[in-house]
């Protein structure tokens, strides 16, 4: 109270410290919030371009649409593989999602059992942020409207229809097609650097890659291209919009069509019934493949979904390799169905067929005993009689009149020891042998490097070294039973309707049309004439519409010391495989079969014939000219079938009218001497 | 102004409708177009709704403003005599927040007294200013450049500092100790002591960075430094801030246009991120309409501090001006992405009772400042001058 305590001065000397320091201060801030509006106008003005492209980022939603994947037909356009809608239960892995909670949530709406629950969990514990885990497949329509109707309180999880491929004839064609199953880590690794791969898409929950067969090999022509619908989202992900001017459609992928027969591939895999093997049937006219079979299946469908563990193992570990194609990977020795080609390289060589060797049931030749299948023997034997009888005893002793280049040069004209371009991988070459091969395979071993003579007499009657698949087995026939052309089998008709080369392009086979008459005679005798190794199973009951073929044994083990093959029973693993080559009609071949049974036992016969002649009904009766044929008998002389065999053109429409008499000029050069009329 | 020349009878200026006319209208209009600016971009935030924000913020503006007017009727000389008061309240009340307070979010900032649940960090705001002002203006202006009396004011802002950042509140912590050396500053602290103590906080900021501060803390400074690091983690708030203020460009999408704030991408888009709504939708003329309307306000509040004819009414309103524009300051280097995330709203815009209240009541004290500024203060000691 008593004295002022601040003195004038220093009032204002405060005072002007005051001022000059607000002046400072209110400096400072006019300069910070000049510095704001610098960065605004650096973020606004600048780099507003930038901005706007993420703002539309966050705001539009690009949500892919996986494309249909193209359909997979038969020549005749029945769908062999396409897709059925398919409701699915999808999980969002978003921020600040509590999967436990949804989870619950979900199983009181649909049935989701422990197991699967702790699954989904791991997957979305594993999966990266934002990416869908798919929880449940196949919902029924109540259970999938259960959800939508409950999906605004339950906004990480998406209920929708998506496409799912379907085999419709479950195993028949499963391991021609193949199936598709779920991207795995691996598919991912490597498609990660190729451009042409959409990545987005092979992230896509209900997109599914080709695994197997044509699946895989036109996997990126079956797959289409991604569509997107255009939305409207906030921050958390939900729809807020839709937007369809902005929608892009997808792009379904293209049509496969294959040059098989559904009813024939079924047929197949139906007679083949509990045995192991494959059937492929050709048309001998331009090489398409009509049915390739390997029995036993499986169901693609099941792929799709995924298999469980015990399913996988109880495919994985069947003694009959269910998921093995035995068509196409499955070689065997050839046994007798190989004899036809050494009869051909026999006449080649310029063997006379006339000249007749004794089968007494064995021959000896360089210090053992050569048996012939049938133990009392066949006598005199020529060429013809020699392919009818299967007689091991002429093919031993002619083999090594021509030597081992001159069989192994007709194998390989007729196709064996080959890779076809069928469109899909998974070939087994085989071996045809020679002496230059056994220098090639035996480098480190230079005793073995040289060919013994005691091989070739094996090498006459198909076993030894020697080692064929199923297809090879066709072409052969079908190259036989054409007479001209080295024909190729095709198995894709066309892609996205463009049509792929035929396999009738080919050149010519470098055998006389005469020799290979010959050796057709023979192979009509083996079903025709009664003493023929397989006439009572190659009957067609088809009028005058006959089969030939040849029956082969391929040995498992050796039967030194054993007398009677037929009567030696053994356990599956152990018996014999069973082969049938045969071709149709026999004077106008049109389709061609080869039948190998795994360990069907002694005789091609047996096992095989039987199932050849049913897949080739099956095949006769879909041709309308044949059938056209067997309904309406062209009324043809009974005196003089030799002239018909080659007759009727195929181009010939025998639509009702007798077929015009076309053996005067057609056929190059038939030969009279055609023995099939005499062994009648 | 027109008015002051003819005011020179003793008591004519205690007149209340005298004291009425004297408050700057102008001050108040602007404070009245940024708070109606607000409440526009909450109506356009909540889908073009008065609900839940707008109607609320422009309510709390008006009873807000009626005691802005009413605090400017209080006498300087009853600021003066409450300064310390409010400071001790301040001071308790933070004390027993830390011993009684509610915890949210993980910090304890909150207590209830009855009916009411408020931030004793506020009082403190407006306590810190009011005492450190009644402190200096009993101070010789040699002993407020350098004196061993400095270390009172100094304990003064020190030992709120500690109480809030202990809380953990850093942002209302830095505030309060920003606000402090303001005034220090402004009374006329020693420039070698300015330099020595930005020279020491150059050295200790980075090893209490690292050491001193909570995980969340440090990692908001860390995103800051390198948002992309993690842009839909912690970077994710200053991403989404630039993409709203980027995507606005020079005249913004439109009124309710704007597709980072109306789809949620913008976080706390009606709070501590209005600013990038308003970017985003009004554009850079919007933005910079808006700073320059913050500039006037803290301009006219400078000036108002200038002419007081007190050193207590000076340092007052010019604390309480600090205040603010260390507001908009941090508001906008945050939102810009010039700054760390820290819970600093930008007054009078953002959503939110509590600032604004602080606020308004430090305006309110400003006004007073500028009606009473012819008023004699009391000396230091208490005697009149």
């Known amino acids: ?680 | 102004m027109t008015l002051s020349g003819g005011l020179t009878r003793p008591g004519e200026r205690d007149r209340p409708i005298i004291k009425f006319m004297e408050v700057d209208w102008t001050f108040c209009l602007v404070l009245a177009m940024i708070a109606g600016v607000g409440g526009l971009m909450l109506f356009s935030i909540a889908g073009a709704s008065w609900e839940p924000w707008a109607d609320k913020h422009l309510l709390r503006f008006g009873v807000y403003f009626i005691i802005m007017i009413a605090l400017a009727m209080c006498d300087l000389r009853w600021w003066f005599a409450a300064a310390y008061p409010i400071y001790g309240v301040g001071l308790v009340l933070l004390v027993a927040v830390d011993l009684v307070g509610d915890i949210s979010l993980g910090a304890q900032r909150w207590l209830q007294l009855g009916p009411l649940r408020f931030q004793p960090s506020e009082v403190m705001k407006i306590g810190l200013v009011l005492a450190l002002a009644r402190y200096y203006h009993g101070l010789s202006s040699d002993s407020a450049r350098l004196s061993w009396r400095l270390l009172i004011p100094a304990a003064m802002i020190g030992v709120p500092f500690l109480l809030v950042a202990k809380q953990p509140d850093l942002g209302t912590a830095i505030l309060i100790a920003a606000t402090g050396g303001a005034i220090m500053m402004l009374a006329g602290l020693s420039w070698r002591v300015i330099a020595a103590l930005g020279a020491l906080a150059a050295v200790a900021i980075p090893p209490f960075i690292m050491f001193g501060l909570h995980d969340y803390q440090r990692n908001r400074i860390l995103t800051f430094l390198n948002p992309e690091q993690d842009p839909s983690g912690d970077g994710y708030h200053i991403l989404q801030s630039k993409i709203a203020l980027g995507s606005g460009g020079l005249l913004g999408k439109g009124f309710g246009l704007g597709s980072q704030s109306q789809l949620n991408f913008l976080p706390e888009k009606q709070t501590d991120f209005i600013f990038a709504t308003l970017a985003e939708e009004f554009g850079f003329v919007g933005c910079f309409g808006v700073l320059f309307l913050y500039g006037a306000v803290i301009f006219m509040a400078l000036r108002i501090a200038s002419i007081s004819h007190s050193h207590f009414g000076r340092l007052a309103a010019a604390g309480v001006t600090a205040t603010f524009s260390l507001y908009v300051l941090i508001n906008g280097a945050m939102v810009m992405g010039l700054a760390p995330v820290v819970g600093v709203p930008m007054p009078m815009l953002s959503y939110g009772g509590t600032v604004m209240l602080t606020v308004m009541v430090g305006f309110g004290l400003v006004q007073a400042v500028r009606v009473h500024r012819y008023t004699e203060v009391t000396s230091g000691k208490g005697s009149l001058m």
């Open chain 1, 1 to 680: 109270m008593s004295e002022p305590s601040i003195f004038f001065f220093e009032v204002n000397e405060r005072q002007g410290v005051f001022h000059r320091r607000a002046f400072l201060l209110g400096g400072l801030t006019g300069a910070g919030l000049l510095a704001l509006g610098g960065r605004l106008a650096q973020l606004q003005l600048v780099e507003a371009q930038r901005y706007q492209k993420l703002s539309a980022g966050n705001q539009f939603n690009y949500r892919l649409v996986p494309p249909p994947r193209g359909l997979i037909r038969d020549r005749n356009g029945v769908s062999l593989a396409s897709n059925r809608p398919n409701f699915r239960l999808i999980i969002n892995k978003d921020k600040g999602l509590d999967a436990e909670a949804v989870m619950t949530d979900l199983q009181k709406l649909v049935p989701i059992d422990e197991a699967r629950r702790a699954r989904v969990l791991k997957e979305l514990d594993r999966a990266p942020r934002k990416a869908p885990v798919v929880v449940m497949e196949d919902l029924s329509w109540e259970e999938f409207s259960r959800v939508n109707i409950r999906a605004p309180e339950l906004p990480s999880v998406t209920a929708d229809m998506g496409e799912v491929r379907v085999y419709p004839f479950g195993g028949a064609f499963a391991h021609v097609i193949g199936y598709v199953a779920k991207v795995s880590d691996r598919d991912l690794a490597a498609a990660k650097d190729d451009p042409t791969q959409d990545q987005e898409l092979l992230h896509h929950p209900g997109f599914r890659i080709g695994k197997q067969g044509v699946e895989k090999a036109f996997d990126k022509e079956l797959r289409g291209r991604a569509g997107a619908t255009k939305t409207e989202v906030d921050a958390q992900g939900r729809v807020v919009r839709l937007d369809p001017a902005g929608d892009v459609p997808p792009t379904p992928g293209k049509e496969v069509l294959l040059t098989l027969d559904a009813d024939i591939q079924n047929r197949a895999l139906e007679v083949m019934g509990e045995e192991s093997g494959a059937i492929v049937v050709m048309d001998v006219r331009n090489g398409d493949l009509l049915a390739m079979v390997s029995a036993p299946s499986f169901d693609a469908n099941r792929f799709v979904k995924g298999l469980s563990g015990a399913e996988y193992k109880a495919l994985a570990e069947y003694e009959r390799k269910p998921m093995l194609d035995k068509s196409l990977t499955g070689v065997f020795p050839p046994g007798s169905t190989f004899k036809p080609t050494v009869g051909l390289a026999a006449l080649t060589a310029g063997i006379d067929p006339e000249v007749r060797i004794n089968c007494g049931g064995s021959w000896y030749y360089g210090g053992r005993t050569w048996r012939c299948w049938e133990p009392r023997g066949h006598g005199s034997q020529n060429l013809h009689d020699a392919i009818k009888n299967s007689c091991d005893v002429y093919f031993y002793q002619t083999s090594l009149k021509i030597g081992p280049d001159a069989i192994a040069n007709a194998a390989r004209a007729m196709g064996f020891g080959q890779i076809y371009d069928i469109g899909i991988p998974g070939q087994k070459r085989g071996n045809v042998p020679d002496p230059a091969w056994k220098k090639r395979a035996f480098k480190k071993n230079p005793a073995n490097q040289i060919w013994f003579p005691g091989e070739t007499p094996s090498y006459g009657i198909g076993q030894g070294a020697l080692t064929v698949n199923a297809l090879q087995l066709a072409v052969m026939t079908s190259r036989l039973a054409n007479g001209k052309k080295a024909l190729v089998p095709r198995l894709i008709k066309s892609v996205g309707g463009v049509e792929q080369p035929s396999g009738a392009a080919v050149p010519d086979l470098p055998f006389s049309t005469e020799h290979l008459n010959y050796v057709r005679g023979g192979m009509a005798a083996v079903a025709n004439d009664v003493r023929g190794t397989a006439y009572r199973q190659s009957q067609l009951g088809l009028g005058d519409v006959q089969m030939a073929g040849k029956t082969g044994t391929a040995q498992v083990r050796s039967y030194d010391g054993v007398k009677n093959r037929k009567g030696y029973a053994t356990t599956w693993r152990l018996k014999d495989h069973n082969l049938f080559v045969a071709f149709a009609p026999y004077d106008d071949p049109r389709y061609a079969v080869a039948v190998i049974i795994e360990h069907g036992g002694l005789g091609g016969a047996t096992a095989g014939a039987p199932r050849a002649r049913e897949v080739m009904r099956v095949a006769l009766l879909k041709d309308p000219e044949i059938r056209a044929r067997i309904e309406r008998p062209a009324p043809l002389p009974e005196v003089a079938p030799e002239d018909v065999m080659e007759g009727a053109a195929p181009d010939d429409p025998v639509e009702g009218v007798a077929p015009p008499a076309p053996d005067v000029g057609a056929p190059p050069a038939v030969p009279p001497t055609t023995p099939q009329g005499g062994q009648r």
